[in-house]
């Protein structure tokens, strides 16, 4: 009988970590990748990926039978619905796309029944660690296919495909290699001709938005550093040509190497005066970061793309004074585009800023409460790793456009999971 049982856990555990990464995998292909985005069958994929998540974790769920310790479930619960209830009164004072609002809703609320209640006796879920080994692997893969198809040219692109990513109003062809590559940004430098390693992504800032987050998953979440899967995943960085790629896991890699040395034995046991000369060398080393940075964001602003940029931020401030209190409404762009020296419906290039245009100071809430909460507790806990975590974080939300994504609302609802901790468990989360 013993056996049975024990036969029984070990197949509900493998189960469990294979649904894991299930999530995690849909999180990536939510994660604005460029299959959402083809004109024939993007929003059929779109769908097939809400269905499979929300069937994944409701299983998960009664295999994982959370049920069961009922205080973990009623907090659960309370903090579930809350969440869930607070956001949905938006479209009763906002009520525009009122169908499309609601199943982001509804997202939210399935991506809680497994942080919340399928989590709660997790330091850290699962899906997170699962999440960065499906990264570093397509990191790897693209690193292959971005040599031999863009460097050496071995193979011409295999077809095309019609993305509606660029614009809403007009699609835009995009070569790709068997499915697995696409190419669709160039860059200049030093003059010359550069394509950007966008893998299975829309455009380079997106697939270094999860390349970053796949690297703090490894730098300040893992108990042993995988320097293989950081070897990988920053040379990939390299090759997306992405700026704030470069400052962001320069920044990221520094702080870690920071954090290994004060903690060395050699350190602490180190002369009082023997730690005033690391001090102020590791000040001086400070000093020609930030230097290195300001170059690498002057050069960025010098660039079309970092002059649009800039931008947007101005035109998405506009549109957020146009309604500052509950925004123009959610999915409405025109608010925004209005404020562009042209009319142009082409893209926008930051979460923050449509998130209050749209939503204004009511969802500008749930946009940044959740990394002020793990911010102020990670001070609290004086828990440098995640405190450094989550202001990096909370940066890559505010810079890129992936605020309406399952991933942005996972890493949300993650930055809450502290909220599960009891009195009879001091550290049992993130």
């Known amino acids: 009988m013993n056996k049975n049982k024990l036969s029984d856990n070990k197949i509900s555990d493998f189960v469990l970590i294979f649904f894991e990464y299930i999530i995690a995998a849909v999180l990536i292909l939510n994660g604005n990748s460029q299959y959402f985005f083809i004109e024939s069958f993007g929003k059929t994929i779109s769908r097939i990926c809400l269905v499979v998540l929300a069937l994944v974790i409701i299983v998960y769920f009664f295999i994982k039978k959370p049920y069961k310790d009922k205080s973990s479930f009623f907090r659960a619960l309370i903090i579930s619905a809350v969440i869930c209830i607070f956001l949905a009164l938006f479209v009763v004072i906002n009520p525009v796309n009122v169908k499309s609002f609601l199943v982001q809703v509804c997202v939210i609320g399935i991506l809680c029944i497994y942080v919340f209640f399928c989590s709660a006796d997790k330091k850290i879920p699962g899906v997170v660690f699962k999440y960065s080994q499906i990264v570093t692997v397509i990191a790897a893969v693209s690193l292959v296919c971005w040599f031999l198809f863009i460097i050496l040219k071995i193979i011409k692109p295999t077809g095309t495909v019609e993305s509606t990513w660029y614009s809403s109003e007009t699609t835009k062809s995009i070569y790709t290699y068997f499915g697995i590559f696409f190419r669709t940004q160039k860059i200049s430098v030093f003059g010359t001709k550069l394509i950007r390693n966008t893998s299975i992504f829309t455009e380079a800032p997106m697939f270094a938005w999860h390349l970053l987050l796949a690297l703090e998953v490894e730098l300040f979440l893992k108990k042993k550093l995988s320097k293989v899967s950081v070897a990988i995943l920053a040379v990939t960085i390299i090759t997306t040509f992405s700026t704030m790629g470069y400052i962001v896991a320069i920044g990221s890699g520094l702080l870690k190497l920071a954090m290994i040395f004060l903690g060395s034995p050699k350190y602490k046991n ?23 940075f300001i170059v690498l964001l002057k050069v960025k602003l010098a660039t079309n793309s970092g002059g649009d940029r800039l931008f947007d931020y101005v ?7 146009d309604h500052p209190f509950f925004g123009a409404g959610y999915g409405i762009m025109d608010t925004i585009f209005i404020h562009r020296d042209v009319y142009s419906s082409d893209g926008f290039s930051n979460g923050v800023m449509e998130v209050a245009a749209q939503g204004g100071i009511y969802l500008l809430v749930w946009f940044a409460m959740p990394y002020f909460y793990r911010i102020c507790r990670s001070i609290k806990k004086k828990d440098w790793k995640i405190l450094s975590l989550s202001i990096i974080v909370f940066v890559l939300a505010c810079i890129n456009c992936s605020e309406y994504t399952f991933l942005a609302y996972f890493i949300q609802l993650l930055m809450l999971h502290g909220l599960m901790k009891t009195n009879s468990s001091e550290d049992i989360t993130l």
């Open 315 to 321: 035109c998405g401030f506009r549109a957020w004074m």
């Open 270 to 292: 180190a002369a009082r005066k023997t730690k005033v000369i690391l001090w102020i060398a590791a000040a001086a080393l400070a000093c020609a970061c930030i230097a290195i």
